[in-house]
Structure formats: structure tokens, C-alpha cells
């Protein structure tokens, strides 16, 4: 029997508290990106929220994703009214999520951190997220989500332009 990393034993008490029933999955290898993870677990790279560390301008900013977006970080600023969003580099992240990049969970952070989510996530009845740690990972649905980490969504990608002229 093989002792449960800690952070993932953390995960799953703050779940629970929060009222998840998902499910949490140890993968056999690390799923420390969306293609990884869809394919460990046979689902679509889409039904894969990344959460997503950004720094905006020293506060924490998390994006939960769906695999299959990448972040346009300049639209998304915009959006949630900050002057700038960078990636969080790996002390930042672990500073304020007490999890490492790759395995950065919704929720159980040491202090709450405001969240955004994207709505394309609502397509999936089921959706994976990362527990904690690189290799595991756990079931949810855009609903619980959003009630788990009090997320409000966002567009992630830049808006498409229409081609076609205005009258």
C-alpha cells in the first residue's frame, strides 16, 4: 500500500469540505498538461480544466480552462479589469497555491484567490481537474466548479473578428 502525497491528501479533505463528489485519480505517470491528462483518463483534451496561475501585477489570478483554449492574456485582462496578466513562474505559484505547476488544483490554496472560468468547460457533463499534485487528478462538473471556487466566467481567446462589412 503506497502512502498518499500529501498535497493530495490535503486536496482531498478541502474537497470534501467544499462539497465536491468527484472523484480523485491517481494517474500512473505525471498528466502535467491537458493532452497528457485527456489521454491518461480517454476523454477529450476539452473536458481537461487547467488551472492557471497568473500574476496581475503581484496579485494571484486563477483561470480554469479548458484544454483545448489557450489563455490570451492581454483579451482576458481586459475583461476582468487588470492592467496586465503574466504567467506566474514556479515560487510564485507555489507561494500562493502551496502546489506545484502542473498539478495546481482549483481549489485548496492558502488563502482564496480569485478565480475566473472559462464557459466552454459547460460543454462537458464531466470535467477532470488536477488534485494537487502532477499526477492525480479528480471529476467535477462546470456547476460544482463554479460553486466550489465562487469562479466567474470569462472568455479566454480574443474575440474573431467578423469579415463581413456593416451595412
Known amino acids: 500500500m503506497s502512502i498518499e502525497h500529501a498535497s493530495v491528501a490535503s486536496f ?47 496579485e494571484p489570478v486563477l483561470i480554469l480552462t479548458s484544454g483545448a483554449h489557450r489563455v490570451d492574456t492581454g483579451a482576458v485582462a481586459a475583461r476582468i479589469g487588470v492592467g496586465r496578466l503574466k504567467r506566474a513562474d514556479p515560487d510564485f505559484v507555489r507561494r500562493h497555491t502551496g502546489q506545484v505547476i502542473g498539478g495546481v488544483s482549483p481549489i485548496d490554496h492558502p488563502a482564496p484567490i480569485r478565480t475566473w472560468i472559462d464557459p466552454w468547460l ?24 463554479v460553486a466550489m471556487t465562487g469562479a466567474v466566467e470569462v472568455e479566454v481567446e480574443p474575440e474573431v473578428q467578423s469579415e463581413v462589412d456593416e451595412p
Request: glycine residues 12%; hydrophobic residues 45%.
Open 12 to 58: 482531498r479533505g478541502e474537497l470534501s469540505r467544499r462539497g465536491g463528489t468527484g472523484d480523485v485519480v491517481i494517474l500512473p505517470d505525471s498528466a502535467h498538461t491537458a493532452a497528457l491528462a485527456a489521454a491518461a483518463l480517454g476523454c477529450e483534451v476539452g473536458a481537461i480544466a487547467n488551472s492557471l496561475l497568473f500574476d496581475a501585477d503581484g
Open 122 to 145: 459547460r460543454q462537458h457533463d464531466v470535467v477532470w481537474a488536477a488534485a494537487g499534485h502532477p499526477a492525480a487528478v479528480f471529476s467535477s462538473t462546470y456547476d460544482e466548479l
